[in-house]
């Protein structure tokens, strides 16, 4: 056979194949669920290429819009509006009197004229799915913004949503149910710097019926919105105060981004709108800070190391809970020069590079240590007879925190008696240090206690745990020091433990040996072993600080 005669062929067989097609997915009765409504229709659809098509006259009737067909020209009506024109077989339409594009095209067979549903659906802002016999047509999510108290989620098409809503507890959440909505993305969320809202998270709940969640969650306690419904649009007012900036819009610092040039860093802070900023410097360690008032930041991070001459690393938070400024800190290895620009809402900050090879923190005593001796309270840890974790944990934390403030360490002890803390109040209580008091994060780590128990007797050894990167260098000097010392060091372990990876410090957990060893239970409860592992633990730490300051 020729190759023109192969393609002939071909070509019929194509022809006859897509024919089939057209013919077969017929439905008979089709229940419709628009926006919640629901229709039955006796119907014959086709699906192709994605597209449910519809015979022209029954779409009209379904859906109450009135058309004219001239020719192979379709005009629809909604009302008294002509709101589309559009040519069989032609992608290219009018809506609304402006250019549009139906994905796929309206479809002639014979003498009837198929109208392409979720084509025109997506055009107008809708999404239609074809779902267990039942055709969905549902209003799609276009966004969620938040500003000071108010929530505005907009939707493409112009309808009335319908919601339920919800209070949680632990954490204190609002939860809206957006019915017969979708949200293509499927997940979303907006990390706010609010002193009330912690986060606000959306996602497709369901599907069929289609139901979008919206989550906010709230720092304290759950406040229930007003609620206010618009077309394509609900606005969700909480009951909060912002004080005497109250009413005003914060700007926002939307982007942070950083530039290396031979003799400067310089840094861009983008904001959303005018700003003003104060500048200020605290030596010994050196940190230069910008307060820009009435602002909150949007960006998802609090902190960046840098580690580029002469900048360390940069943190944004909030001031305090009553005053509305942002501070933007810069910690430093030595003082720099430093200038400020500004333009078109931009603030360009320009360091000046030091001379490499002198990157010298200039007074390592500031160096903070947070101590967090495991579990307490209501939670013993590991049980060994009469032996509790929480209790061994508790003596070594208290003897290590003195000795390293007699070192001249600044020490937080997470807890200093026997008390209940869960791992939030562990998370919040070191955040909460850092920020207010303006704490190096290069030169701030955190040392948990725990005492270890397997089902085995026979395991025993210390155990060195940690969440990031940050923390490597750190639990390599563990290792190095313990295994010269003959305390034995069976693993380190780097996983997603829950403290370890909500802290933007340094951060290990020592698991001090095994209380199911007896071998390890004997030393866990000797003094002078304890001490001696209290010893290392502070060479550990001194050998880190010495070594930070070389690098
Ligand atoms: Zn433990």
Same mark, same amino acid.
């Given at each position: 056979?020729?190759?023109?005669?192969?393609?002939?062929?071909?070509?019929?067989?194509?022809?006859?194949?897509?024919?089939?097609?057209?013919?077969?997915?017929?439905?008979?009765?089709?229940?419709?669920?628009?926006?919640?409504?629901?229709?039955?229709?006796?119907?014959?659809?086709?699906?192709?290429?994605?597209?449910?098509?519809?015979?022209? &006259?029954?779409?009209?009737?379904?859906?109450?819009?009135?058309?004219?067909? $001239?020719?192979?020209?379709?005009?629809? %009506?909604?009302?008294?509006?002509?709101?589309?024109?559009?040519?069989?077989?032609?992608?290219?339409?009018?809506?609304?009197?402006?250019?549009?594009?139906?994905?796929?095209?309206?479809?002639?067979?014979?003498?009837?004229? %198929?109208?392409?549903?979720?084509?025109?659906?997506?055009?107008?802002?809708?999404?239609?799915?074809?779902?267990?016999?039942?055709?969905?047509?549902?209003?799609?999510?276009?966004? $969620?913004?938040?500003?000071?108290?108010? @929530?505005?989620?907009? +939707?493409?098409?112009?309808?009335?949503?319908?919601?339920?809503?919800?209070?949680?507890?632990? &954490?204190?959440?609002?939860?809206?149910?957006?019915?017969?909505?979708?949200?293509?993305?499927?997940?979303?969320?907006?990390?706010?710097?609010? &002193?009330?809202?912690?986060?606000?998270? %959306?996602?497709?709940?369901?599907?069929?019926?289609?139901?979008?969640?919206?989550?906010?969650?709230?720092?304290?306690?759950?406040?229930?919105?007003?609620?206010?419904?618009?077309?394509?649009?609900?606005?969700?007012?909480?009951?909060?105060?912002?004080?005497?900036?109250?009413?005003?819009?914060? $700007?926002?610092?939307?982007?942070?981004?950083?530039?290396?040039?031979?003799?400067?860093? !310089?840094?861009?802070?983008?904001?959303?709108?005018?700003?003003? %900023?104060?500048?200020?410097?605290?030596?010994?360690?050196?940190?230069?800070?910008?307060?820009?008032?009435?602002?909150?930041?949007?960006?998802?991070?609090?902190?960046?190391?840098?580690?580029?001459?002469?900048?360390?690393?940069?943190?944004?938070?909030?001031?305090?809970?009553?005053?509305?400024?942002?501070?933007?800190?810069?910690?430093?290895?030595?003082?720099?020069?430093?200038?400020?620009?500004?333009?078109?809402?931009?603030? /360009?900050?320009?360091?000046?590079?030091?001379?490499?090879?002198?990157?010298?923190?200039?007074?390592?005593?500031?160096?903070?240590?947070?101590?967090? &001796?495991?579990?307490?309270?209501?939670?013993?840890?590991?049980?060994?007879?009469?032996?509790?974790?929480?209790?061994?944990?508790?003596?070594?934390?208290?003897?290590?925190?003195?000795?390293?403030?007699?070192?001249?360490?600044?020490?937080?002890?997470?807890?200093?008696?026997?008390?209940?803390?869960?791992?939030?109040?562990?998370?919040?209580?070191?955040?909460?240090?850092?920020?207010?008091?303006?704490?190096? @994060?290069?030169?701030?780590?955190?040392?948990?206690?725990?005492?270890?128990?397997?089902?085995?007797?026979?395991?025993?050894?210390?155990?060195?745990?940690?969440? !990031?990167?940050?923390?490597?260098?750190?639990?390599?000097?563990?290792?190095?020091?313990?295994?010269?010392?003959?305390?034995?060091?069976?693993?380190?372990?780097?996983?997603?433990?829950?403290?370890?990876?909500?802290?933007?410090?340094?951060?290990?957990?020592?698991?001090?040996? +095994?209380?199911?060893?007896?071998?390890?239970?004997?030393?866990?409860?000797?003094?002078?072993?304890?001490? /001696?592992?209290?010893?290392?633990?502070?060479?550990?730490?001194?050998?880190?600080?010495?070594?930070?300051?070389?690098?």
């Amino acid at each position: 056979m020729s190759l023109k005669r192969f393609l002939f062929v071909l070509f019929f067989v194509f022809i006859l194949l897509a024919n089939n097609y057209i013919l077969s997915d017929e439905l008979s009765f089709l229940e419709v669920d628009y926006l919640g409504e629901k229709i039955k229709i006796l119907t014959t659809l086709k699906e192709i290429n994605n597209e449910i098509y519809i015979p022209l &006259p029954l779409f009209s009737s379904t859906f109450g819009y009135a058309y004219k067909q $001239v020719a192979d020209e379709i005009h629809l %009506y909604d009302s008294n509006n002509e709101i589309l024109i559009a040519k069989v077989g032609e992608k290219k339409v009018i809506l609304h009197g402006r250019n549009g594009v139906l994905v796929n095209p309206i479809l002639k067979e014979g003498d009837i004229v %198929y109208f392409p549903l979720s084509s025109f659906y997506r055009l107008i802002g809708y999404r239609a799915y074809l779902k267990n016999k039942t055709l969905y047509i549902v209003n799609e999510i276009s966004n $969620v913004d938040y500003s000071k108290g108010i @929530l505005t989620i907009n +939707f493409k098409g112009k309808s009335q949503i319908n919601f339920n809503t919800l209070n949680l507890s632990a &954490p204190p959440r609002f939860v809206i149910d957006l019915q017969n909505v979708v949200f293509i993305d499927n997940k979303g969320e907006i990390n706010l710097n609010d &002193p009330y809202i912690k986060s606000i998270r %959306y996602s497709q709940f369901n599907v069929a019926p289609y139901v979008v969640r919206v989550v906010v969650e709230f720092k304290n306690q759950i406040m229930t919105p007003e609620i206010k419904k618009d077309l394509g649009k609900l606005i969700l007012k909480f009951p909060v105060k912002y004080g005497e900036n109250d009413g005003q819009e914060m $700007v926002r610092l939307y982007d942070l981004s950083w530039e290396e040039n031979a003799d400067t860093l !310089n840094f861009f802070l983008r904001f959303s709108d005018n700003f003003t %900023y104060t500048k200020n410097f605290l030596p010994n360690p050196n940190r230069y800070y910008y307060d820009i008032s009435n602002a909150e930041s949007s960006l998802t991070y609090t902190s960046i190391i840098i580690q580029r001459d002469p900048i360390i690393s940069v943190r944004i938070g909030e001031r305090t809970k009553e005053d509305y400024s942002l501070r933007v800190v810069f910690e430093t290895y030595t003082e720099s020069d430093i200038s400020e620009e500004v333009y078109s809402n931009t603030l /360009k900050i320009s360091f000046k590079v030091s001379k490499k090879g002198n990157l010298i923190r200039e007074n390592s005593i500031n160096y903070t240590v947070f101590v967090d &001796p495991g579990h307490g309270g209501s939670d013993p840890g590991a049980i060994y007879g009469e032996l509790k974790e929480k209790d061994i944990n508790l003596k070594v934390s208290l003897k290590l925190a003195e000795k390293l403030k007699n070192k001249g360490y600044i020490v937080y002890l997470l807890r200093e008696n026997d008390i209940t803390l869960s791992l939030d109040d562990r998370v919040k209580f070191i955040n909460d240090k850092i920020n207010s008091n303006n704490l190096l @994060l290069s030169s701030s780590i955190l040392i948990s206690i725990h005492t270890n128990a397997a089902f085995s007797p026979d395991v025993r050894g210390i155990e060195i745990c940690y969440a !990031n990167d940050l923390s490597e260098s750190l639990v390599k000097t563990f290792i190095e020091v313990f295994n010269s010392n003959g305390l034995m060091v069976r693993r380190s372990i780097k996983g997603k433990f829950y403290v370890l990876s909500r802290v933007s410090i340094p951060s290990v957990i020592v698991e001090m040996g +095994f209380i199911t060893n007896e071998f390890d239970r004997n030393l866990l409860l000797n003094d002078e072993y304890q001490d /001696k592992l209290i010893d290392k633990i502070i060479e550990v730490i001194d050998k880190y600080v010495e070594g930070g300051k070389n690098e």
